[in-house]
């Protein structure tokens, strides 16, 4: 069996995202992963790469920085800030200067690949990077009964699963992996919508929304807010 026909069968399942304006490039990069197994999709432009990051579920996303509409740092920024789940973000562009690569690692990026590129070491730099990320994201991350797996945005207390919404989850996520330390209203606001901050009341809301899922059902509560502190999971 041959390395392309090995990787056939065991990345069938991975889904990625290209952002690319360019419809040639784009059509290269479909004729040569789509026979190896990758699923994709495509966006045209910036916004649109944005809707479906936040929609749908990608092991990776190829990113243009040059892009209508919303440029591709912009693209990486807002899914860092908005996105329920750490996608990894591999930028494919002609903008070469080093100023370039760290404005794009700066804004989230993985990796970063220049124009002109062969598509063989794309395929490869997006399979590692997607690899990488389901095996960091397998652990999942568990406080007395309460756990949540990052991966699958799966939530279960106490042996029952528990459906969140995006903020809320990411509400969540950040609680656990600061537990025990508590956080303050503005450093979950900072980290969950980051430059584009949102209102009290809205994060309010979203904290109610997550009280209520995990709270309300069980005869415990767990989330509790500090006064004057913040909010914290009293888990033992």
Known sequence: MDKHSSMRKMDMQFKVLVVEDNLEISRNIAEYFEPRGLVLDFAYDGKQGVDLALQNYYDCIILDIMLPEMDGL????????????????????????????????????????????????????????????????????????????????????????????????????????????PLSRSELSDKIWGDDPTDSDALRSHVYQLRKAIDKPFDTAIIKTIHSVGLALDIA
């Open 74 to 181: 912009a693209v990486c920024n807002t899914l860092r800030n908005k996105a329920s789940r750490h996608i990894p973000i591999i930028m494919l562009t002609a903008r070469d200067a080093l100023d370039d690569k760290l404005a794009g690692f700066e804004t989230g990026a993985d990796d970063y690949l220049t124009k002109p590129f062969a598509l063989e070491e794309l395929f490869v730099r997006c399979l590692a990077l997607a690899k990488r990320h389901l095996l960091n994201c397998e652990k999942t991350l568990q406080l007395g009964d309460l756990s949540l797996n990052a991966q699958t945005q799966q939530v279960k207390r106490g042996g029952q699963e528990i459906i969140l919404q995006p903020i809320p989850l990411k509400i969540l996520q950040l609680l656990m992996e600061h537990h025990p330390r």
